[in-house]
């Protein structure tokens, strides 16, 4: 499915929030550090800064995806890798897009 938002076309169908928590991505022994830019109930968009190059997570790698939503919780999302690319070509900034596998918001109490 397709939206139209702000004269773009998207395929996103749930709503996105805009949230900034800090986040651990891992995959085997492969870890990055980066910031969830925005979070919907199915995915997430994490921005890295990395000189490793993300594109070593392929699509439809699986990943664990651990960030703090409250002083009181940690929240561990298993993922899978839906695309990467860089921000800007010449910079070090990566995005990677991921589908949030058996999504826990129910037991969030952060989201709840």
């Known amino acids: 499915m397709q939206i139209e938002r702000g004269g773009f076309m998207e395929r996103r169908v ?5 949230i900034g928590f800090k986040a651990t991505l891992s ?3 492969i870890t990055f550090e980066g910031v969830i830019d ?4 199915t ?3 994490v921005l890295t800064y990395s000189s490793k190059s993300p594109k070593t ?3 439809e790698t699986p990943i664990t995806l651990n960030f703090q939503p409250s002083s009181s919780e940690i929240l561990n999302l298993d993922c899978r890798v839906k695309w990467t690319g860089k921000l800007r070509p010449s910079g070090s ?4 897009g991921m589908e ?3 999504p826990p918001w129910e037991e969030s109490l952060f989201f709840v």
């Not at 749930?14 to 805009?18: G, M």
């Not at 925005?38 to 109930?41: I, T």
């Not at 900034?93 to 990677?96: A, F, G, L, P, Q």
């Open 57 to 59: 997570f392929a699509p």
């Open 38 to 41: 925005d979070l919907s109930e």
């Open 14 to 18: 749930a709503d996105r929030i805009k």
């Open 100 to 102: 949030i596998i058996n």
């Open 27 to 29: 995959s085997g022994d």
């Open 43 to 45: 995915g997430v968009k």
């Open 93 to 96: 900034e990566n995005r990677i």
